[in-house]
């Protein structure tokens, strides 16, 4: 299992990147958090704006579709995309996130 962690303008879009990674099967579950201030520097300019977090729960061997489906449907030009390995997850949620995700074959549960 892997986590990957990024960000939004808007908690719209967070919704509908996140849905269509989950209804894609390609994440079994993301959690979005609005209301989170970023402060960061931007062509040459500090900015501090509200955006949206969004974990992203998934299989590690979908890492590299889940990282170009997030690329290509993401509204910033630099999106923040940074992947967590856990060092230990529940087994029963495990098995339950293989079951929510298409394998890298294209086989939805257990491989």
């Not at 990147?17 to 958090?33: M, Q, R």
């Not at 062509?43 to 974990?55: F, H, K, P, Q, R």
């Not at 087994?91 to 298409?102: F, G, K």
Request: charged share 25%; net charge neutral.
């Amino acid at each position: 299992m892997i986590v990957l962690y990024t960000t939004f303008p808007t908690e719209m879009d967070a919704q509908k990147v996140g849905g269509e990674l989950v209804a894609e099967k390609l994440a079994a579950c993301v959690n979005i958090f609005p209301g989170m201030v970023s402060i960061y520097r931007w062509e040459d300019a500090i900015e501090n704006g509200s955006e949206v977090a969004m974990l992203v729960k998934t299989r590690k061997e979908l890492e590299p579709q889940v990282l170009e489906a997030l690329a290509a449907k993401h509204p910033y030009t630099v999106p923040a995309l940074i992947v967590f390995e856990p060092r230990r997850v529940a087994r029963a949620y495990v098995e339950w996130l293989r079951n929510q995700t298409v394998s890298s074959d294209g086989n939805s549960g257990r491989k």
